[in-house]
């Protein structure tokens, strides 16, 4: 009767040490509520907005740089109606035209899915154009926009 009660013991310990069903549930439920609770927070810091703002200085970045070869090959700059568009097509007026490449595979947009705005000759920026991108609300000439300014 001893070596029973051992076994029982044992498949009894064995049987606990396992978690259940419902202690997963609640802990995913738990861990599901700090996140929420985290994102939320890191939203409120700006570091989400920051990011979006960072994002938005390298796109710039990577615009100015293909403007800049657009230049070098075209012998100037696309007028504002070409807009950015003029990056994705060989210039007509190139004086290099054996230099000429694409410089970006694609127009990007910024984190608000907006296009980003250029301007020929430049009313804001040192650099013979403008690049910004409207901002979060959507409107042109307010104090969310960024640019190379």
Do not use: C
């Not at 051992?6 to 040490?17: C, E, G, T």
């Not at 570091?47 to 293909?66: F, M, N, P, W």
């Not at 980003?116 to 804001?124: E, I």
């Amino acid at each position: 009767m001893h070596i029973h009660t051992a076994h029982h013991h044992r498949r009894f310990k064995h049987q606990r040490s396992a978690f259940t069903l419902i202690e997963i549930i609640l802990v995913l439920a738990l861990l599901a509520i700090l996140m929420g609770a985290a994102i939320t927070t890191l939203n409120r810091g700006g570091l989400i907005e920051g990011a979006q703002e960072d994002r938005v200085k390298g796109d710039i970045q990577t615009i100015s740089t293909a403007l800049d070869a657009y230049s070098y090959s075209a012998g100037r700059y696309p007028n504002s109606e070409q807009g950015i568009g003029a990056l994705m097509e060989k210039p007509t007026t190139a004086p290099i035209p054996d230099r000429w490449h694409r410089t970006l595979n694609e127009i990007p947009t910024d984190p608000w899915k907006q296009p980003y705005n250029y301007r020929f000759p430049a009313t804001k920026s040192k650099n013979p154009y403008d690049i910004y991108s409207i901002g979060k609300d959507g409107q042109a000439d307010t104090e969310d926009d960024i640019g190379n300014w």
